[in-house]
């Protein structure tokens, strides 16, 4: 079974600085996809970045960014130029076909 | 982007009581839904994927006689929590996929049982 883990339970950052969030996975097979998810105080789940596994160029959304290492199945998501909005919950996931399965969440705390 | 809706976002009822929960894709046809349940700061823990037209597939140890779900159109998708109980007092949220891979979020219903 896949298994997600991420193993900072909380991170801090300070306004303008960049922060890496870790996320390691578990799989036994070489199609897939991850993703980021931020979850804010409302509790809406919003998709932060994806990276499908084929691709070995890491993918990037403006000030987000992942190192994605395939052969040591880590997917870390880098926040550069951190703002306070980008308080919250991180989720990092994985789906090959069907569900998704989440990590515990990584709480993102932004120092003014 | 897309959109999913969930409706209603929050309610409360009592103990012994039904409770409907819909999922809705706004502005795509979703082959498959999710439903999920988050308890206060964990994760979010996969419940059942339902495909339209099919019954549902639940995971291990969620019983399907007590989570009824129907996925009747390729746009909604309902979750019928049955003779509620408060331990089924949780946050459950839906996901929906266009078949790009990506799973579009709903923003949630809280439900509390007396």
């Known amino acids: 079974a896949q298994t997600v883990t991420q193993s900072q339970p909380e991170m801090s950052v300070q306004e303008a600085e960049t922060v890496t969030l870790s996320c390691t996975y578990d799989t036994s097979e070489s199609d897939y996809y991850l993703f980021w998810y931020k979850q804010p105080p409302s509790r809406q789940m919003i998709l932060v970045i994806r990276?499908?596994?084929?691709?070995?160029q890491n993918a990037t959304e403006n000030r987000f960014s992942v190192n994605f290492q395939k052969a040591a199945k880590s997917f870390s998501l880098k926040i550069s130029d951190s703002q306070l909005g980008d308080a919250a919950m991180y989720f990092c996931?994985?789906?090959?076909?069907?569900?998704?399965?989440f990590g515990a969440g990584t709480r993102l705390t932004v120092k003014p | 982007g897309a959109v999913v809706s969930q409706h209603p976002s929050w309610v409360i009822c009592k103990s012994g009581t039904s409770v409907k929960i819909e999922c809705r894709s706004l502005d795509f046809q979703a082959t498959t839904m999710f439903w999920y349940r988050q308890f206060p700061k964990q994760s979010l823990m996969l419940m059942a994927t339902?495909?339209?037209?099919?019954?549902?597939?639940?995971e291990q140890g969620v019983e399907k006689d007590k989570f009824l779900i129907n996925h009747a159109s390729l746009t909604l998708s309902t979750l019928t929590v049955t003779s509620a109980h408060p331990e089924d007092s949780s946050f459950y949220i839906c996901?929906?996929?266009?078949?790009?891979?990506?799973?579009?979020f709903g923003p949630g219903t809280r439900l509390t049982v007396l």
């Open positions: 990276q499908e596994a084929y691709k070995q």
């Open positions: 996901s929906a996929t266009a078949g790009a891979n990506t799973q579009y």
């Open positions: 339902s495909n339209e037209g099919s019954k549902a597939t639940y």
């Open positions: 996931a994985y789906r090959r076909w069907g569900d998704m399965r």
